[in-house]
């Protein structure tokens, strides 16, 4: 079995898809994956980096972001020397992304209004008499 490493970076409205390499070791193709994922974070621990090629091993895909308009993914493919059946052919999705990153921007402006709802002006809270 063959597997082929491939990555997703994303800055602002820029994506670059790249082929990084291939093993046939999926082992080494995530510790190659790993290695991308080092570079692109320089702040990465060693813990962090080895946590990472065992998520790598085990789940073939990871996904960092710096910060909203800054992201990498990577993905590990296995190939057979055959078709792939559909639902292994995506690699990513950058519409499913977009979708992930809307729904937490909405996600946290919804706490933040909720929150000072809560507060009100100057932090001091005001209710609404009931009528019956």
């Known amino acids: 079995m063959l597997y082929i490493i491939t990555k997703l970076v994303t800055e602002g409205q820029q994506k670059a898809f790249s082929i990084i390499g ?3 070791d999926k ?7 790993a290695e991308v994922y080092k570079d692109y974070n320089k702040n990465a621990s ?3 980096i080895e946590m990472i090629t065992e998520w790598l091993a085990t789940r073939q895909n990871y996904s960092f972001r710096k910060d909203k308009d800054h992201r ?8 057979e020397g055959e ?5 292994k052919q995506l690699v990513f999705s950058a519409a499913a ?3 992930e990153l809307m729904r ?8 933040e209004g909720k929150h000072t709802a809560e507060r009100g002006q100057n932090d001091q809270t005001h209710s609404c008499p009931l009528e019956s």
Request: glycine letters at 0%; aromatic letters at 6%; a negative charge.
């Open 22 to 24: 291939a093993s046939e």
């Open 104 to 111: 937490r921007v909405v996600s946290q402006a919804l706490f």
């Open 46 to 48: 060693f813990q962090n």
């Open 97 to 99: 992304e977009e979708e």
């Open 72 to 79: 990498l993914q990577l993905a590990i493919t296995a190939l």
């Open 83 to 87: 078709v792939q059946p559909e639902e």
């Open 27 to 33: 082992k080494r193709a995530a510790a190659i994956a």
